[in-house]
């Protein structure tokens, strides 16, 4: 069993910045790709950034520059730092992992963390 926890999300006004983490625990052997995907009401969920366990990157067009995705494998956590945030980036984030356990290997999502750009 694998869990996925994010935290970090929040209200925040147009420019500001936010930090959202996520962690994954249980029965893990590897991590191997872990990322950030968004999903805004009345829209589908969109690719923000994934990152390799060797920490190649790879970000949606509308936030890059703007976002910075980052990891740390001892841990198992991924960080997506936010600056410059727009109302358009108003969603709820979800974390993912492809994550091997054993002789199994899946794909795992996190509950979502809600990022709001509002004044």
């Known amino acids: 069993q694998v869990q996925l926890v994010e935290s970090g999300g929040g209200l925040v006004q147009p420019g500001g910045s936010l930090r959202l983490s996520c962690a994954a625990s249980?029965?893990?052997?590897?991590?191997?790709?872990m990322g950030w995907y968004r999903q805004a009401p009345g829209n589908q969920r969109e690719l923000v950034a994934t990152?390799?366990?060797?920490?190649?990157?790879m970000y949606g067009k509308s936030v890059k520059g703007r976002f910075t995705i980052s990891r740390d494998n001892a841990k198992n956590t991924v960080y997506l730092q936010m600056n410059s945030l727009k109302p358009e980036d108003t969603a709820v984030y979800y974390c993912n992992a492809d994550v091997a356990t054993g002789l199994f290997r899946d794909d795992y999502w996190g509950q979502g963390t809600q990022v709001t750009v509002s004044s």
């Open positions: 990152i390799s366990s060797l920490g190649s990157t």
């Open positions: 249980g029965s893990i052997d590897s991590v191997y790709i």
